[in-house]
């Protein structure tokens, strides 16, 4: 049972344009959401989160969606740069001190 | 102020052998979790300690067991290693509540691979 689904395993764009990465979840319960980026090598590192009373959380050029009718959050990067080129994981906090992450989006910056 | 430090950072085991994980949390953290990353997927929990105490447990079987010490540092045990128990293990720490505004710390993981 998933409950947070990433369903792009990938995404490339351009430097200077914008990154959207998508992911869906179904369990109606979860009450907060964060983003992790994860470079090879390295531990996931904390991005950014966003509760669920909310439907927008910006931080610098990092800005979270959330559409709880649809199930659906976002994470739009603008602009893109090469180094945010890594892995990226949406996570949910279960009951159970369980963090459910997707299967995460690898993006890839070009110059 | 040091981050999530995990030991030792690869690992070959053989089926059927035992092996410890050991994971020192972020200064200041009490909390911490264990995940299990497999190739292509996102970390899945195994299960966390809060003052020594195990605080919650993911679908994993009984041979997979911690410990955490009053420095807060922990272990993880996995017992009659099997080839599917090769993946990145992955240790956070927090601070109580604050997994929600701040999300976890990390570390670099121990790649384990059963053979």
Known sequence: DQQVKQNSPSLSVQEGRISILNCDYTNSMFDYFLWYKKYPAEGPTFLISISSIKDKNEDGRFTVFLNKSAKHLSLHIVPSQPGDSAVYFCAAPNNNNDMRFGAGTRLTVKP | ?115
């Open chain 2, 1 to 115: 102020e040091t981050g999530v430090t995990q030991s030792p950072t690869h690992l070959i085991k053989t089926r059927g052998q035992q092996v410890t994980l050991r994971c020192s949390s972020q200064s200041g953290h009490n909390t911490v979790s264990w995940y299990q990353q497999a190739l292509g997927q996102g970390p899945q929990f195994i299960f966390q300690y809060y003052r020594e105490e195990e605080n919650g447990r993911g679908n994993f079987p009984p041979r997979f067991s911690g410990l955490q010490f009053p420095n807060y540092s922990s272990e993880l045990n996995v017992n009659a290693l099997e080839l599917d128990d090769s993946a990145l293990y992955l240790c956070a720490s927090s601070f109580e509540g604050d997994r929600r505004n701040y999300g976890y710390t990390f570390g670099s993981g121990t790649r384990l691979t059963v053979v």
